[in-house]
T-cell receptor, first 115, second 115 residues
């Protein structure tokens, strides 16, 4: 099974709302990632968890808060977002972030719209 | 700066003709190179990777890529294009940062295969 699942598929939220995005993988991967992608642009890395510890934070605003409850799950908590945060949010996983030769497997994404 | 470049925003090809999507890289040390494809409103799908060994790498859906160290290129190829190959293609390379390995994407090339 090489599947990464993400919920919800679509999310519309106001600027004062709090919501969470969820990601799950059952491939035994020890690295999980959050990316933000605007239309027709490459994914931009936000966070990396390696062995359930945050290893990379790409200077993401604090209104985005990641959480890795266990090796299979990754959450992204959202609070007080701005309209420019509207994008496709992609989760990915790979066997191990410490080695550069493992491909990442991506979920289908959550389409977020901030109104 | 370490990066990958995709010089063409869009490539048009007739069905049945060979296709090439170009990628060049600039990294220190050995490059670990990847190709991903993204269909509309979907996540990224891994196609193939070059780590070491044979310069011609075969991947999913009949795609292959040729690693050329002297030209610092990793072009994606397919002998006979299908309309269903129409999608957004990303070249990527791992870059080592203080927090670990980070996958950096090119700007993407939109492939359009026409009947």
């Amino acid at each position: 099974d090489t599947e990464v699942t993400q919920t919800p598929k679509h999310l519309v939220m106001g600027m004062t709302n709090k919501k969470s995005l969820k990601c799950e993988q059952h491939m035994g991967h020890r690295a999980m990632y959050w990316y933000k992608q605007k239309a027709k642009k490459p994914p931009e890395l936000m966070f990396v968890y390696s062995y359930e510890k945050l290893s990379i934070n790409e200077s993401v605003p604090s209104r985005f808060s990641p959480e890795c409850p266990n090796s299979s799950l990754l959450n992204l908590h959202l609070h007080a977002l701005q309209p420019e945060d509207s994008a496709l949010y992609l989760c990915a996983s790979s066997q191990d972030q410490r080695n550069s030769f493992y491909e990442q497997y991506f979920g289908p994404g959550t389409r977020l719209t901030v109104t | 700066a370490q990066s990958v470049a995709q010089p063409e925003d869009q490539v048009n090809v007739a069905e049945g003709n060979p296709l090439t999507v170009k990628c060049t890289y600039s990294v220190s040390g050995n490059p670990y190179l990847f190709w991903y494809v993204q269909y509309p409103n979907r996540g990224l799908q891994f196609l193939l990777k070059y780590i070491t060994g044979d310069n011609l790498v075969k991947g999913s859906y009949g795609f292959e890529a040729e690693f050329n160290k002297s030209q610092t290129s990793f072009h994606l190829k397919k002998p006979s294009a299908l309309v269903s190959d129409s999608a957004l293609y990303f070249c990527a390379v791992y870059i080592l940062t203080g927090g670990g390995n980070k996958l950096t994407f090119g700007t993407g090339t939109q492939l359009k295969v026409e009947l």
